[in-house]
């Protein structure tokens, strides 16, 4: 399908503030692409477009019923110039599944990647330079049918902006304090909570605001049956360093199938590091503080990369993770994906995508 390009007038008028100022998710870029979907009709007039606000019927169904997915990956400036993206091809899989829980209609693999790719390089001037920085990039769908009533949509509409960000967290890439909720859960067997939907995230915020008045920076969330295992930190999968086993909580439809999660995986695996896929009680966890045994804690995602875990909070006892500094895997970790990421290395599981 061909991409019709409308660019705006307004270039280089739009707010932007110095890479040290970014921040996360606040400055979007001057253009956005959008595409519809009319049951009987299919995908159709992909095109991208000045920014600008969405106009939606008050009774369009993503607003009552939440039928909405969204994505989240970045593009980088590349050593020695051009511009790469970070597995793509997994977020564009991993949207389409989540599309198919929610009953949406799926996009084209490679017209996804392709307004990605058309959409990157018309604002490539947005692309932040310094150590840290990128160019995130948010897919969504919502079903914008005007109707009442509980159903699919007939009717949907499929776009992507972009933001120039940095650091996630305040903190950086230093220690954060994590919150453990024993009182809500995030997701539970048979629902969606291993699917990237909005429903996932609104329920959380309670308990979020709560942590961060209390000076915590995350959420850890405990399995919904037993309120025992640890699950997931509220945008990020979570790993634990114990008795020189690299171990996170498996994949069994409340998890978020991370790919940066999956990207640790591979390179502890290849890095000879003894790594399980299991579950992980909080007490064992409260446990390793205690007696050393774990010596690591830190969290995964594509908006914070690897996000190294000082302390945690559970029923109201704060407790140290190791020396309560950043570890020495995790730096690794880190440092090995952002050499990926901007193209310092040689890539040896073809993650980078150049796009320019």
């Given at each position: ?18 890479d ?6 606040k ?25 600008h ?27 020695g ?16 599944i ?9 996009v ?50 499929f ?14 890439f230093?220690p ?5 909720s ?9 629902g ?26 995350q ?27 690299l ?18 995986l591979r390179?502890?695996?290849d ?5 399980s ?7 064992e ?16 995602g ?35 994906i ?9 890539d ?9």
């Open positions: 399908m061909e991409i019709r390009v409308t660019k705006s007038t307004t270039i280089g008028q739009k707010p932007r503030p110095n040290s100022e970014l921040g996360f998710g400055y979007t870029t001057d253009h956005m692409f959008l595409m519809d979907y009319r049951e009987g009709k299919g995908w159709h007039d992909a095109r991208i477009e000045p920014y606000d969405l106009s939606l019927d008050p009774t369009a169904l993503v607003l009552h019923y939440n039928q909405e997915v969204f994505e989240g990956l970045k593009a980088y400036h590349l050593e110039g051009g511009i790469g993206l970070f597995r793509p091809e997994k977020n564009i899989e991993r949207m389409n989540s599309a198919r829980r929610i009953v949406m209609p799926e084209d693999p490679d017209l996804f990647l392709q307004a990605v790719k058309e959409l990157v390089l018309l604002d490539r001037n947005w692309i932040p330079t310094s150590e840290g920085t990128s160019l995130y990039i948010r897919p969504t769908m919502i079903a914008t049918e005007p109707a009442l009533g509980v159903r699919p949509s007939s009717q949907y509409l776009f992507i902006v972009l933001c120039a960000v940095g650091a996630y967290y305040p903190e950086g230093s954060t304090r994590i919150y453990v024993d009182e809500y859960i995030r997701a539970a067997k048979g969606a909570g291993s699917f990237k939907t909005s429903s996932n995230y609104g329920p959380t915020l309670i308990v979020s605001k709560e942590a961060a008045q209390k000076g915590y920076t959420v850890l969330w405990l399995d919904a049956k037993e309120r025992r295992y640890a699950e997931e930190v509220g945008t990020s999968n979570i790993f634990f360093y114990l008795h020189e086993e171990v996170t909580p498996p994949l069994g439809g409340t998890i978020l199938p991370g790919i940066t999660r999956d990207s640790v390179l502890a695996q890095w000879s590091i003894k790594v896929e299991r579950q992980v009680s909080i007490d966890v409260i446990d390793g503080c205690k007696s050393g045994s774990l010596k690591e804690m830190f969290a995964t594509t908006a914070a990369v690897i996000s190294p875990v000082g302390e945690i909070s559970y029923k109201g006892e704060d407790y140290s993770v190791g020396n309560g500094s950043t570890g020495k895997l995790s730096k690794r970790l880190y440092e090995e952002i050499r990926i990421q901007y193209g310092r290395m040689v040896p599981f073809g993650w980078l995508v150049r796009i320019a």
